[in-house]
């Protein structure tokens, strides 16, 4: 195991109810389709920032009677998705805390490890990379999924959206991430020293009334109520009116029927 290095970053999108309900909606098919073809049964897996533990719990049916851990640095957040798997009656995961730069696990540990939404948010994606590779066996896969928020479009083409672009790069790299990492994950994988990497795209798109709900109706939330409101007023990305005006362009957003919003991510499968 490596030691940990001095924390350099925050986690944007903290622990808010609005952000864990818009996890909660993610799963193998929506966030990791490009993972499914190479999860067989029996295979060993760790999830890497696993959140509310719905992305978790469905590699774990998916690869019974495999094992599946699920690791978010929360306590709070491990202990929901402990529940949830509990009341899904779902056995073959179990959730804990751990820090991605020196995971808890011997050298060769698992077949598969998973990181969705997770590079973007880490000051050194490079060294968290080699330290996944350290506990994959030979012959396993690192499999890892990030948006790339330069590159969303939406419509209408409303000011606040603009606005909360703005902000959202500016708190995000404040943060000590990369809200683009999507992008680089080829290349930060070759960083590591993972040469067989297969690079994808697939793209979160979102235009039905329930669809504008969740992702909308969440981020009019989150941009006053969350962690994101007091980084970006601390950061000097924005001030607590034009916090206002973003969460206001969200609600609009929601109720516009012609409302249409697209997010591309890159994938990697990278052989070890």
């Not at 774990?60 to 509990?86: I, K, M, N, Y």
């Not at 939406?154 to 606005?163: E, I, Q």
């Amino acid at each position: 195991m490596t030691s940990a290095p001095p924390p350099t970053e925050r986690y944007t999108h903290g622990h808010h109810a609005s952000v864990l309900r818009a996890h909660a909606w993610r799963t193998v098919e929506n966030s990791a389709a490009y993972l499914a073809p190479h999860l067989l049964g029996g295979l060993e897996i760790l999830d890497v920032g696993s959140g509310p533990g719905t992305i978790t719990i469905d590699l774990a049916r998916r690869v019974s009677p495999g094992r599946v851990v699920g690791l978010d640095s929360s306590a709070d957040v491990v202990e929901q998705a402990t529940a949830l798997a509990a009341r899904e009656g779902v056995s073959n995961v179990e959730f804990t805390t751990g820090n991605a730069y020196a995971l808890d696990f011997p050298d060769d540990s698992f077949d598969i490890v998973h990181a969705h939404q997770v590079l973007q948010h880490l000051a050194d994606p490079v060294a968290a990379l080699r330290e996944m590779r350290r506990v994959t066996r030979p012959g396993g896969i690192i499999a890892a999924r990030d948006v790339i928020y330069v590159s969303a479009a939406w419509f209408p083409l409303l000011p606040g959206l603009d606005d909360w672009m703005r902000i959202y790069q500016d708190v995000a790299r404040s943060n000590g991430g990369d809200p683009n990492a999507g992008r680089a994950l080829k290349a930060l994988a070759h960083r590591a020293g993972l040469a067989d990497v297969e690079s994808t795209a697939s793209i979160w798109c979102f235009s039905s009334r329930a669809d504008r709900e969740w992702w909308g109706g969440a981020w009019a939330e989150r941009a006053v109520a969350s962690s994101f409101a007091p980084q970006s007023i601390e950061s000097g990305a924005a001030t607590r009116d034009e916090l206002q005006t973003v969460s206001s362009a969200w609600s609009a957003w929601v109720e516009d029927d012609d409302a249409w919003f697209s997010m591309p991510h890159g994938e990697i499968i990278a052989r070890v």
